[in-house]
């Protein structure tokens, strides 16, 4: 955790989702099975809200959601860059941000797209839970490419 504990907190992104992000590389965050583990919801209200029907895990809806986690190669190619599979978000973030090489400035570019993806991931969850609205995988895309630069 220490690799990736240090790394969330990028000077160009907003405390906001630094905070977030290190909720979510602990697994922290009031997912449905988090909070059907809290005894808050009931085991039948923990389905993900992209419609794939599995529970909301934080693995499931960052990673292997056939909805959100399908952005993730969006976002690859977009930016040229070939995805590993993760068995873990803390996996997946030291990978994505590694995976163009090494130099510092590299790193922090990938950690700034990593740290924008989540956050966008996170806000549609929200916006379709509470808000009923839903936003395209596209569409997805581009407010990352716009939150980016």
Known sequence: MDDAGHL????????????????????????????????????????????CGEAESTHHLFISCSFFGSLWAL???????????????????????SSLGGSR????????????????IWTERNHRLFRGSTSTSLQLLDKIKLFSY
Request: a positive charge.
């Open 8 to 51: 969330i907190w990028h000077p160009q992104v907003p405390l906001k989702v630094s905070i977030f992000a290190w909720r979510l590389l602990r697994d922290r965050l009031p997912t449905k099975s988090n909070l059907v583990t809290r005894g808050i919801l009931s085991t039948t209200a923990q389905v993900c809200v992209a419609g």
């Open 75 to 97: 976002v690859s190619t977009w930016i040229g860059i070939s995805l590993t599979d993760s068995s873990t978000v803390r996996d997946h973030f030291v990978h994505f941000t």
């Open 105 to 120: 400035t590299r790193r922090s570019f990938m950690q700034l797209i990593w740290l924008v993806s989540v956050w966008i």
